[in-house]
């Protein structure tokens, strides 16, 4: 089993910036990739970025391709998403989230996932 907790969320005003961390915890996560979603009030479920279990490979939601970065440290079974240029429609929870086999378009489903946070508030004031 994994456990992932996510901090780093906070109230920010359009145009900063924050990095959201995801710890993780019960097994090491450099064989897993790893993603971050969003959820935001009466909104369904979306992909916002991933990362291939050694780094290599990055994927992007077109909405935050740009500004948004994840990177992963393995020594550290941690993930991270570095979010700048924020604005108010980025405001949701962030979960981060875990999937032991994955390829190609399997990145940017939820459901591939295996393990997931609690999530971290986000909010993007105008």
């Known amino acids: 089993q994994v456990q992932l907790v996510e901090s780093g969320g906070g109230l920010v005003q359009a145009g900063g910036s924050l990095r959201l961390s995801c710890a993780a915890s019960?097994?090491?996560?450099?064989?897993?990739?790893m993603g971050w979603f969003r959820q935001a009030p009466g909104k369904e479920h979306e992909f916002v970025a991933a990362?291939?279990?050694?780094?290599?490979?990055?994927f992007y939601a077109d909405s935050v391709k740009g500004r948004f970065t994840i990177s992963r440290d393995n020594a550290k079974n941690t993930v991270y998403l570095q979010m700048n240029s924020l604005k108010p429609e980025d405001t949701a929870v962030y979960y981060c989230?875990?999937?032991?086999?994955?390829?190609?378009?399997?990145?940017?489903?939820?459901?591939?996932?295996?393990?997931w946070g609690q999530g971290t508030q986000v909010t993007v004031s105008s």
């Open positions: 990362i291939s279990w050694n780094g290599v490979s990055t």
């Open positions: 019960g097994r090491t996560i450099s064989m897993y990739a």
């Open positions: 989230a875990a999937a032991t086999f994955i390829s190609g378009s399997s990145y940017y489903t939820g459901g591939e996932y295996d393990y």
